[in-house]
């Protein structure tokens, strides 16, 4: 590897790929040369090379538009009582209500797991995120990785609709001092749902504040 300028590495089978980066402006330019393998015409494996160029150029450039945002609040329960209230389904249902009165989550919060974060909007049309644990270490951490959108009950993981959520990451971080919990929250937002973010986590970190207070 050289940092910025070129990735060079080997396949299972012993065939290399070389991975050049050449930048002009706020542009790059990305040359990949691979060696073929003898099962499938040449052509064919070049398309599919190509296709996945295209799909990591939609991606990076999507993310031009991705800002992390940081919410966070003190919380007079120990880290414990602030996770485990936190992932707890009819405590979820609770505090995430500040985003959806009828806001619940589908699946399991095991690291590795998939999960749906789902609700019903004014029509009655079940939509929400298609997602996985990326990571739990209980009572300290959380990452979730999203990688879609539930739309009119359908699940929907590739396509213009969910270019720029595929990969954004929603992380959670207990501090506790004192039987006392920092609880930071940090998301990748789009600029489309910035301002409503700013407005709505604090008011469901306060939700969940209060219960876990209580």
């Given at each position: 590897?050289?940092?910025?300028?070129?990735?060079?590495?080997?396949?299972?089978?012993?065939?290399?790929?070389?991975?050049?980066?050449?930048?002009?402006?706020?542009?790059?330019?990305?040359?990949?040369?691979?060696?073929?393998?003898?099962?499938?015409?040449?052509?064919?494996?070049?398309?599919?090379?190509?296709?996945?160029?295209?799909?990591?150029?939609?991606?990076?450039?999507?993310?031009?538009?991705?800002?992390?945002?940081?919410?966070?609040?003190?919380?007079?329960?120990?880290?414990?009582?602030?996770?485990?209230?936190?992932?707890?389904?009819?405590?979820?249902?609770?505090?995430?209500?500040?985003?959806?009165?009828?806001?619940?989550?589908?699946g399991s919060w095991e690291k590795?797991?998939?999960?749906?974060?789902?609700?019903?909007?004014?029509?009655?049309?079940?939509?929400?995120?298609?997602?996985?644990?990326?990571?739990?270490?209980?009572?300290?951490?959380?990452?979730?990785?999203?990688?879609?959108?539930?739309?009119?009950?359908?699940?929907?993981?590739?396509?213009?609709?969910?270019?720029?959520?595929?990969?954004?990451?929603?992380?959670?971080?207990?501090?506790?001092?004192?039987?006392?919990?920092?609880?930071?929250?940090?998301?990748?937002?789009?600029?489309?749902?910035?301002?409503?973010?700013?407005?709505?986590?604090?008011?469901?970190?306060?939700?969940?504040?209060?219960?876990?207070?209580?």
């Open positions: 590897v050289e940092a910025n300028e070129r990735i060079v590495y080997t396949i299972d089978d012993g065939r290399k790929v070389k991975i050049n980066f050449m930048g002009n402006d706020n542009k790059t330019n990305i040359v990949e040369t691979f060696e073929a393998e003898s099962t499938h015409p040449v052509e064919m494996q070049r398309s599919g090379w190509q296709a996945i160029l295209n799909n990591f150029k939609k991606y990076a450039e999507s993310q031009g538009n991705v800002e992390k945002l940081c919410f966070e609040i003190n919380i007079n329960a120990s880290a414990e009582k602030v996770y485990t209230c936190m992932l707890d389904e009819k405590h979820y249902a609770e505090w995430t209500s500040a985003f959806n009165p009828t806001s619940y989550f589908k590795g797991s998939k999960i749906l974060f789902l609700g019903t909007d004014k029509d009655g049309s079940m939509g929400g995120m298609v997602s996985r644990i990326k990571e739990n270490i209980p009572y300290k951490f959380i990452s979730i990785e999203h990688l879609g959108i539930v739309k009119n009950g359908e699940e929907i993981t590739s396509g213009s609709e969910v270019e720029e959520w595929a990969g954004a990451l929603e992380n959670y971080t207990f501090t506790e001092n004192k039987d006392k919990t920092l609880l930071l929250v940090e998301i990748d937002s789009n600029q489309e749902f910035k301002s409503y973010f700013m407005e709505t986590w604090p008011k469901a970190l306060n939700k969940l504040k209060a219960i876990c207070e209580a």
